[in-house]
């Protein structure tokens, strides 16, 4: 029988560093004289340390280099580097119509995805009932939520195509009609987009919902009954005030999910038609691996870095009663 | 009077399950409806070429083929961005739950200088979107001659700020006394966090690490600028090109086929952990 002990474990884990013990020994005698906070702050540090060195590589010294690139005419492959000041954002502001274009992209994404939350809200509720099976439902609609954007996009690409190659189309041709050019025509591109992004990620919602249902005490739904309330009423005064923080967990994840929309967009039209679901970060994509310019890219970068603080920002403090503040 | 109360108490618990079949019958319905798109993609995978070619727009494998499904669990390519797959995420998935949990551990427990500033800046890493970095991550990667390796693919995102916030959450949880006594005993924190800490925080570790692993597995635009020759796809991206290879005219079931076999190891994975995952979305978005 084998018998599994951690302490063990470790025990002939630190047994292999004893061969350090020469140069460890003295070290420790020196750092038992030190202050106690002395002593804690070097520990920390060296516990600190392996994170901290991959989170400055990683995380903070690309940020202060984002910033720094942006300001340079700059391409892909390094030989032509050129400090141009400020000109990558005029000329992003005030004369890229194609950026423009991808901005209101985004928030037109980011307004119809907002949806998702509700359709969420829907599904909770249409779960949250003790009756026997229902568990296997759930799983159901959170199951795409796990599968890559490459596989979802792949089958709604399929089921919207354009021509008869296209599940709908293929349908509706048994009649004689259609077809509907779902991925050729740049609304419906948008629409079906939106409905793929909302296919794909509506089980997150319906499960943070769900969780919130389960932790409204069901003392105050007794209550109201005694009190008299119906079954609507009880959804005004209790249901949904008890939703608030899930709700407002939602909307900034959901905001931010959307704005940063690329991979359904990559997979199912590559921006068209006609550049029609260009997102902001399918144009950074382009700008800098199609036509290698990484400055110019940058600064696409930056600017919705910042629009995405401003709006983190704006939530935070919106939702601040909600307890997500800090 | 009992018989007749108990009469009417059986008649009303079976009106109600009459009730309640009926609902999970509507459920059922709908929800056979939403998956409608995946379950023809699973037949669709089924159906031979010339089939499909007539009338796409069917539910029945008839004629049926497993010719598709053949061209894709024999092709060595498919395995082999599985593989890689596999390892990038397992190793991420390892990498960031060590590196983050020893910075949590100083976090919660130790007393140090500069720790609120350093905590502060850590936090503020949430707040940093992807886009913010990956350029001159890229950059990084394309001048150390990096790209292309699974290196690659594992090493950005390990220092998740998310994974140590919600680390030291718990970690600061846990009874101070059981340090203590280990600590009267003559035990080195590493001990202490090794023995004592890490396995009490096994519900919390393992939530962390089936989403991170499923966040790297999914993980879309960084491998898809990184790795650009076919030998380093994660299956991912793997799928992307075969599929804009095959496109939408040839090989319509092998493409399917294709897309139902990158989701599989994902969907085995899912039903391994299914409660874990369900519970743990709860613990990972912080809402209780």
Known sequence: MISFSVERMVDSLFGLFEVFNP???PYRRFHEKLPPKIQQTIT????????????????????????????????IMGTNIRYIGLKNFERLLTRDTQFHQAFEQTILFVALTI????????????????????????????????????????????????????????????????????LDQGDLATLVVSFTTLWWTVGFSMLIFLAGLQDISQALYDAAKVDGANRRQQFRHITIPGLRRPFAFLCILQVIASFQIFGQVDVMTRGGPA???????????????????????????????????????????????????? | MTSVGAKLKRERQQQE????????????????????????????????????????ASLIPHPFTTENWSFILGSSQLWKWVGNSVFVSTTHTLAQLTVCSLAAYAFARLDFYFKRILYVLVLAGLMVPFEATFLPVYLLFANLDLHNTLIALILPGIASSFAVFLLTQFFRGIPL????????????????????????????????????????????????????????????????????????????GRNMAAAVFTAMPIIIFFFIFQRRIISGIAINSGIK
Request: aromatic share 16%; net charge positive; charged share 10%.
């Open chain 1, 275 to 326: 550049g029609n679901t260009r997102t902001i970060v399918y144009n950074i994509f382009e700008t800098t691996f199609l036509y290698f310019q990484v400055g110019y890219g940058t600064a696409m970068a930056v600017i919705m870095f910042a629009v995405l603080l401003v709006i983190s920002i704006i939530q935070l403090i919106a939702f601040r009663d909600q307890g997500l503040g800090n």
């Open chain 2, 177 to 252: 006394e059981l340090e203590e006594a280990a600590m009267m005993d003559g035990a080195s924190r590493m001990r202490i966090f090794l023995t004592i800490i890490l396995p009490l925080s096994t519900p919390v570790i393992t939530a962390l690490a089936i989403f991170t692993f499923l966040g790297n597995w999914n993980s879309y635009l960084w491998p898809l600028i990184s790795a650009t020759t076919t030998e380093v796809y994660t299956i991912v991206i793997g799928l992307r090109k075969i599929s804009q290879a095959w496109g939408f005219v040839d090989f319509y």
């Open chain 2, 17 to 56: 399950n009459r009730r309640n079949r009926l609902y999970v019958a509507a459920v059922a319905l709908f929800a056979f409806i939403w998956m409608l798109p995946v379950l023809w993609t699973v037949v669709t995978s089924f159906r031979p070429e010339p089939a499909l070619q007539r009338n796409l």
């Open chain 1, 44 to 75: 920390a540090f060296l516990f600190i340390l392996p994170f901290g060195i991959l989170y400055a590589i990683f995380t903070i010294l690309p940020i202060f280099q984002t910033f720094y690139i942006s300001l340079h005419k700059w391409e």
């Open chain 1, 115 to 182: 949806p998702i939350i509700f359709v969420g809200l829907f599904f909770a509720l249409m779960l949250n009932r003790p009756i026997r099976g229902i568990g296997i439902f759930r799983t159901i609609f959170y199951l795409p939520n796990i599968i890559a954007v490459t596989v979802i996009g792949l089958i709604w690409s399929r089921v919207f195509a354009s021509s008869g190659r296209g599940l709908i189309n293929a349908f509706l041709e048994q009649f004689g009609a259609g077809p509907i050019p779902f």
């Open chain 1, 23 to 25: 140069i460890v020994e």
